[in-house]
């Protein structure tokens, strides 16, 4: 890509600065939503699956001083893009890039450094949209990040489990509506304590984003948070939702 096919963002209240296409998916709220939600010891090691330009694998690098983490994307572009960023905001000692596909071999993964168990946390934002029941971008690089066929989730969730140690955490975003189609694949991949945080846009809609956590091999019962409302009834950004979009705070769970 040409230069012109580029901007360089702030984000987190200027936190980070994220080059990224002009065209094509773009770095929304859903990824800063992911990296607050995501809990992190900063002694661990985190992988971000489908990490795009790498927004929330490094914002989440960037608030758990210490952390080190790998972005996984398929798209070598974008791969590259996210090396740049971590690069440029000072992280890439700590964070790597691997272009994998997530449903490839277990090989593929170890080869990067990737064995099955050494994840203590694991973030991703899988495609939500199913190419053969909905609409999809004409954009190549807007398709590939939104839309998925109907076991992609189930792939994405198996990957995630291979990659979690015991009691590791797996936290996704995932489209409100689609709750019942989260729910069966985490069940099977091991993942319970499962906690769902629904995220409204106004206080008088209805969600339209959820938060799940799960902890790998847990038997806890599912629970149910408050929720986040990201603008008030005049259209203003509330304080908590400023706090975490542009202040860079955590999202955090009940109990």
């Not at 198996?158 to 509506?177: C, Y």
């Not at 729910?183 to 995220?199: A, E, H, K, R, T």
């Not at 847990?218 to 629970?223: G, I, M, Y």
Request: aromatic fraction near 4%; hydrophobic fraction near 45%.
């Amino acid at each position: 890509m040409q230069a012109e096919q580029f901007t360089d963002d702030a984000v987190l209240g200027g936190r980070l600065i994220l080059r990224q296409p002009r065209t094509g998916h773009r770095v929304g709220h859903d990824a800063i939503l992911l990296a607050a939600a995501t809990e992190a010891n900063g002694a661990g090691h985190a992988v971000e699956l489908g990490a795009g330009v790498g927004a929330a694998g490094l914002a989440l690098a960037q608030r758990v001083s210490g952390l080190t983490a790998t972005l996984v994307e398929i798209d070598p572009s974008l791969g590259a893009l996210a090396e740049h960023n971590a690069a440029r905001n000072g992280l890439a000692g700590r964070v790597q890039v691997a272009v994998l596909n997530v449903a490839g071999p277990d090989s593929a993964f170890a080869n990067q450094g990737m064995q099955i168990g050494s994840a203590g946390c694991v973030l991703m934002n899988p495609p939500f949209n199913d190419r053969a029941r909905q609409n999809v971008s004409p954009d190549p690089q807007r398709r590939l990040a939104h839309a998925g066929s109907g076991d992609t989730l189930a792939k994405w969730v198996e990957r995630a489990a291979w990659l979690l140690a015991p009691s590791g955490v797996l936290t996704l975003i995932w489209r409100a509506d689609g709750l019942g189609d989260v729910l069966s694949p985490l069940g099977i991949g091991g993942i319970g304590g499962i906690g769902v945080l629904p995220v409204y846009p106004r206080p008088d809609a209805a969600a339209i984003r959820i938060l799940v956590r799960g902890v790998k091999g847990s038997r806890a019962p599912l629970s149910l948070a408050g929720g986040l409302t990201l603008n008030d009834a005049n259209a203003r950004p509330t304080a908590e939702a400023e706090a975490i979009l542009r202040g860079g705070e955590s999202l955090r769970w009940p109990g």
